[in-house]
């Protein structure tokens, strides 16, 4: 910190009580300057020869006023004044970025001009401020946090427009001429901290971070805050990265530390309100110069603090646009109190909406531009389409996410649930693990949903998408509907079929695995698409009692503990049968998850009403068992 002493007299003011301060010398004072609470009894002769404002005053008082001048209404107060009245004794007085502006607020009160003494006390406070202060990072930013205290001296005399600039060309220099100190609490690389392996014992210039000064100008009140950002944009040196993280800096230590105790102990937040419009109305509207967690935190504040609906748009949108960038617990805005629920879903849905209006105009204009110059453009469109998809794909499963946190919510209506599902195209669920755990939290947190509400809700996730895993948690998962659990089932015992086809296919010669049939889709059979529709899926279950039931999860559950798919072997009936290449070892091939006597119980009805089934196999007592190639589950041919 920069300093300068003036005088060369010792200090001999003394004090007297609280409110009384006089010099002690020899001579008599006839003088007393009152200065709010505080008394100075001075002598006329060394102040009246530097301050044209008490030669004024001095000269109008009359005998019955005993030369008594009252001054509070000086800058600065005693402090100040008493500054003044030691430079007029010549007496050692220091000044600093602490003092030097109420020092000079309160000469330019008393008048202390250079026409009234040469080197008077505005002529060196200017010269130390513009040939130290202002020259020194940190001493601008004290000196500009004095200033409020000051006003409307300090904005009048221009020692704020003064420090703002100092401080904006400062901070807009090449982080490389950085040669003076600053406070950077952020952890560095290791080659910033000096413990680079590759240094070798040879000490290399430290490098400074592009944001070294973000943290210093946290320190600073609202109002100026503003203003140097301000100055610092118009300088046009520091990319919208920079300041956007600045932004946050300053939120973080202004705001989001002291905003839910004070809401939640009904402090007046008037003050957090004006630091969040504030902020708002700095952000940079550059794409990715902030990012989608800090505009959460943003929009969660000013839900707590009830800002106005255009703010909350405003902010809503711009979330909207980096939707796939934010976390689950960003989206846990709580609800407005007069709400029974606990969080805020209709505004995550509104951002969803706005993500996936943009992402649907991006790809209209990729397709566009895609039959405008198609051979000059392939690169740049492949590359659209692939960030389109990745970005879905990530809105999905954040989703996904946030569907299962708010499923724990007992007041969370259906509706709502459902919609936020389908608001995610099916296409960007390749696997629908995500989707089954929300739903499966749903149901046990509403233990109330009717038939037709449980069937709406596992309605919107396709069994044929859940992974191994998830598929053996389902078969157990006594909430779920049965004809759920039998679907689960079902398309395991096709996959399994797959499988096993897949791998007796990998073993074949390339002229037999040619002979393979397909589908018209281009899938081969055994596949594990399902030509069901929805309304079929949700057909009545069919009539199983409890015991047919509890087998079939305790069998199924028994397959895969044993080694999951197996070609056959744990059935001896089986053994007895011909080769692979027939027709009952093509209905039996694969192993698979259900028993052919439970699904021939479970599947009854499927197959009066036309519905495929996982294996056509039939046996009643006393007969032979005969396979019947299915459509879907034929392997080869004879």
Same mark, same amino acid.
């Given at each position: !910190?920069?300093? !300068?002493?003036?005088?060369?007299?010792?200090?001999?003011?003394?004090?007297?009580?609280?409110?009384?301060?006089?010099?002690?010398?020899?001579?008599?004072?006839?003088?007393?300057?009152?200065?709010?609470?505080?008394?100075?009894?001075?002598?006329?002769?060394?102040?009246?020869?530097?301050?044209?404002? @008490?030669?004024?005053?001095?000269?109008?008082?009359?005998?019955?006023?005993?030369? *008594?001048?009252?001054?509070?209404?000086?800058?600065?107060?005693?402090?100040?004044?008493?500054?003044?009245?030691?430079?007029?004794?010549?007496?050692?007085?220091?000044?600093?970025?602490?003092?030097? @502006?109420?020092?000079?607020?309160?000469?330019?009160?008393?008048? &202390?001009? #250079?026409?009234?003494?040469?080197?008077?006390?505005?002529?060196?406070?200017?010269?130390?401020?513009?040939?130290?202060?202002?020259?020194?990072?940190?001493?601008?930013?004290?000196?500009?946090?004095?200033?409020?205290?000051?006003?409307?001296?300090?904005?009048?005399?221009?020692?704020?427009?003064?420090?703002?600039?100092?401080?904006?060309?400062?901070?807009?220099?090449?982080?490389?001429?950085?040669?003076?100190?600053?406070?950077?609490?952020?952890?560095? =690389?290791?080659?910033?901290?000096?413990?680079?392996?590759?240094?070798?014992?040879?000490?290399?210039?430290?490098?400074?971070?592009?944001?070294?000064?973000? #943290?210093?100008?946290?320190?600073?009140? &609202?109002?100026?805050?503003?203003?140097?950002?301000?100055?610092?944009?118009?300088?046009?040196?520091?990319?919208?990265?920079?300041?956007?993280?600045?932004?946050?800096?300053?939120?973080?230590?202004?705001?989001? /530390?002291?905003?839910?105790?004070?809401?939640? $102990?009904?402090?007046?937040?008037?003050?957090?309100?004006?630091?969040?419009?504030?902020?708002?109305?700095?952000?940079?509207?550059? *794409?990715?110069?902030?990012?989608?967690?800090?505009?959460?935190?943003?929009?969660?504040?000013?839900? @707590?603090?009830? /800002?106005?609906?255009?703010?909350?748009?405003?902010?809503?949108?711009?979330?909207?646009?980096?939707?796939?960038?934010?976390?689950?617990?960003?989206?846990?805005?709580?609800? $407005?109190?007069?709400?029974?629920?606990?969080?805020?879903?209709?505004?995550?849905?509104? !951002? =969803? #909406? #706005?993500? &996936?209006?943009?992402?649907?105009?991006?790809?209209?204009?990729?397709?566009?531009?895609?039959?405008?110059?198609?051979?000059?453009?392939?690169?740049?469109?492949?590359?659209?389409?692939?960030?389109?998809?990745?970005?879905?794909?990530?809105?999905?499963?954040?989703?996904?996410?946030?569907?299962?946190?708010?499923?724990?919510?007992?007041? @969370?209506?259906?509706?709502?649930?459902?919609? =936020?599902?389908?608001?995610?195209?099916?296409?960007?669920?390749?696997?629908?693990?995500?989707?089954?755990?929300?739903?499966?939290?749903?149901?046990?947190?509403?233990?109330?949903?009717?038939?037709?509400?449980?069937?709406?809700?596992?309605?919107?996730?396709?069994?044929?998408?859940?992974?191994?895993?998830?598929?053996?948690?389902?078969?157990?998962?006594?909430?779920?509907?049965?004809?759920?659990?039998?679907?689960? =089932?079902?398309?395991?015992?096709?996959?399994?079929?797959?499988?096993?086809?897949?791998?007796?296919?990998?073993? &074949?010669?390339?002229?037999?695995?040619?002979?393979?049939p397909r589908e018209q889709d281009g899938n081969s059979y055994g596949s594990s698409r399902s030509t069901a529709t929805e309304d079929d899926q949700w057909a009545p279950p069919p009539t199983t009692t409890s015991v047919d039931v509890t087998s079939f999860r305790s069998m199924s559950l028994a397959n895969n503990k044993n080694g999951g798919v197996s070609g056959g072997g744990g059935d001896q009936a089986a053994c007895k049968k011909p080769p692979p290449s027939s027709a009952s070892a093509k209905g039996s091939g694969g192993g698979g998850l259900m028993p052919k006597k439970i699904l021939s119980k479970l599947w009854s009805g499927k197959a009066s009403s036309g519905e495929n089934s996982s294996s056509d196999t039939s046996e009643s007592p006393g007969e032979e068992t005969r396979s019947t190639p299915s459509r879907n589950t034929r392997h080869s041919v004879s």
């Open positions: !910190m920069k300093y !300068m002493k003036l005088g060369s007299k010792p200090d001999v003011f003394q004090t007297e009580g609280n409110n009384i301060r006089f010099v002690a010398t020899e001579l008599a004072t006839d003088i007393v300057i009152i200065v709010g609470e505080v008394k100075f009894y001075l002598h006329k002769f060394p102040l009246l020869s530097k301050s044209s404002r @008490l030669q004024t005053l001095v000269a109008s008082t009359n005998e019955e006023s005993n030369d *008594e001048i009252d001054i509070s209404d000086i800058p600065g107060g005693p402090a100040a004044f008493e500054i003044c009245a030691k430079f007029c004794y010549g007496m050692i007085v220091t000044l600093n970025a602490y003092n030097v @502006l109420a020092a000079r607020c309160a000469a330019e009160y008393l008048e &202390m001009f #250079e026409t009234i003494d040469k080197g008077n006390l505005i002529y060196k406070i200017d010269v130390f401020l513009s040939s130290s202060i202002f020259r020194t990072w940190k001493d601008s930013i004290i000196v500009l946090q004095t200033t409020k205290s000051l006003l409307p001296w300090s904005e009048n005399l221009k020692v704020i427009n003064h420090c703002v600039d100092s401080i904006a060309t400062k901070a807009s220099i090449d982080p490389s001429e950085v040669e003076w100190s600053y406070t950077y609490n952020r952890r560095k =690389l290791p080659s910033e901290n000096g413990l680079d392996s590759h240094w070798n014992g040879v000490r290399k210039q430290q490098m400074v971070p592009r944001d070294w000064w973000v #943290e210093d100008l946290c320190d600073l009140e &609202m109002c100026l805050y503003k203003k140097v950002i301000m100055a610092i944009k118009a300088k046009g040196r520091i990319s919208s990265e920079v300041i956007g993280e600045a932004l946050r800096a300053y939120a973080h230590r202004r705001l989001f /530390s002291s905003l839910e105790s004070a809401v939640s $102990n009904g402090l007046d937040c008037t003050r957090h309100s004006a630091a969040l419009e504030t902020i708002i109305s700095l952000l940079p509207s550059e *794409e990715g110069s902030v990012p989608c967690s800090f505009l959460l935190k943003l929009l969660r504040a000013s839900c @707590l603090l009830g /800002s106005d609906e255009a703010c909350r748009d405003n902010l809503t949108k711009r979330i909207g646009a980096k939707l796939d960038e934010a976390s689950v617990s960003d989206l846990l805005i709580p609800a $407005n109190s007069d709400e029974a629920a606990m969080y805020n879903v209709d505004m995550i849905s509104a !951002m =969803l #909406e #706005e993500f &996936m209006a943009q992402h649907r105009e991006d790809d209209d204009g990729a397709k566009l531009q895609e039959d405008d110059d198609q051979e000059a453009m392939d690169g740049d469109d492949d590359n659209l389409n692939g960030v389109s998809r990745s970005s879905k794909l990530a809105i999905a499963k954040l989703v996904d996410g946030y569907l299962a946190e708010i499923a724990k919510d007992p007041n @969370l209506p259906l509706s709502k649930f459902i919609a =936020l599902t389908e608001m995610v195209p099916l296409a960007t669920r390749p696997v629908h693990d995500g989707l089954y755990r929300a739903i499966d939290m749903y149901l046990k947190e509403h233990p109330g949903l009717t038939k037709g509400e449980k069937k709406r809700l596992c309605g919107l996730m396709d069994c044929k998408k859940l992974s191994p895993e998830a598929s053996m948690h389902a078969v157990q998962n006594e909430r779920l509907p049965l004809r759920v659990v039998v679907q689960v =089932l079902f398309f395991e015992q096709v996959r399994a079929a797959s499988s096993a086809s897949a791998a007796a296919a990998a073993d &074949m010669p390339p002229a037999a695995r040619s002979l393979l």
